[in-house]
């Protein structure tokens, strides 16, 4: 049987403000900081390290109607055809990110991504994917987030692999863990650091947590920041190494360059472990910059 070689990330579109900081924030008053301002959100930054790997990419989301043209270019420049809905009642979602070392703290504001529909996506998007990526930031805030069960069960009745990322383990809390998981209960890969496995799983062990959160997802990874990653499939776990750095820059947008890298991979056709040895490679190369893009 021959597989498209086409990836579909459907989510989140975000306005970063970037602020990096050396020294501890002071209260009332000013701390010195390096700021930076530039598109992002999850699933656009997934899509864009995608066209960097040379994968085709479709990618599907919201934005404030007055901001669409800008988003058309920078996503048609980075080598991702977009397919973006105009909203005219929310603005641009925009998310202020605080970096003190390897530490992010983030103030989001969802904006118009909470009315994104996939349903409304054409079926020959999914024909032509073998693989679909969605967040767990287009379920939390969606005024309606059962669409996102639709939408899975769409893809996978195409014959699309999907996979769910976690993303966020306060906002995991806030929704509900049980009722995220019937919400992607059909996603073929479950992608999710540490403190979300532990959350998701009730459990602190990594392995344990994958071995509970198998038993309702053929695959589950677990990224572990500095010390690798981790794959249940089929039973059993391989621990996938970090790639080493000489120096951490800027952990924004880790988590989706390596989505990014397990998507390359089951694009063409490799297991999700060679995958996973991918995305490492990937994730390294991005935490050596400032921002959440290539």
Request: charged letters at 20%; aromatic letters at 6%.
């Amino acid at each position: 049987m021959t597989y498209p070689e086409r990836a579909l990330v459907v989510g989140d579109v975000i306005d970063d403000v970037v602020a990096r900081v050396e020294m501890p924030l002071r209260p009332n008053t000013d701390t010195p900081a390096r700021i930076l301002r530039e598109s992002g959100g999850s699933a656009a930054n997934t899509a864009v390290w995608l066209a960097a790997e040379g994968v085709d990419v479709d990618f599907v989301g919201r934005v404030g109607h007055g901001d669409a043209e800008r988003f058309d270019a920078e996503f048609a420049a980075a080598g991702v055809t977009a397919h973006l809905e105009h909203d005219t009642e929310f603005a641009t979602g925009t998310i202020v990110i605080l970096v003190e070392g390897a530490i992010r703290s983030m103030l989001s504001d969802r904006g118009a991504n909470v009315e994104l529909d996939p349903t409304r996506i054409p079926l020959v998007l999914l024909e032509s994917a073998r693989v679909v990526h969605l967040t767990g930031y287009s379920i939390f805030h969606h005024h309606t987030p059962e669409v996102m069960s639709t939408f899975i069960a769409t893809a996978q009745s195409v014959g699309c692999q999907v996979m769910v990322d976690a993303s966020s383990a306060g906002f995991l809390q806030d929704f509900g863990v049980e009722r995220f998981v019937e919400l992607i209960a059909g996603a073929d890969i479950l992608r999710c650091n540490e403190d979300e496995a532990a959350i998701l799983s009730g459990v602190s062990d990594v392995p344990e947590a994958l071995r509970l959160l198998a038993l309702r997802f053929p695959v589950v990874v677990a990224t572990l920041g500095s010390e690798g990653a981790l794959v249940w499939e089929d039973g059993a776990l391989t621990a996938i190494p970090a790639t080493p750095i000489e120096a951490m820059v800027d952990p924004t947008g880790a988590g989706d360059s390596f989505n990014a890298g397990i998507l390359a991979g089951l694009v063409s056709g490799a297991t999700v472990v060679q995958a996973a040895q991918r995305a490492a490679e990937i994730s390294a190369r991005c935490v050596t910059q400032l921002g959440a893009r290539p």
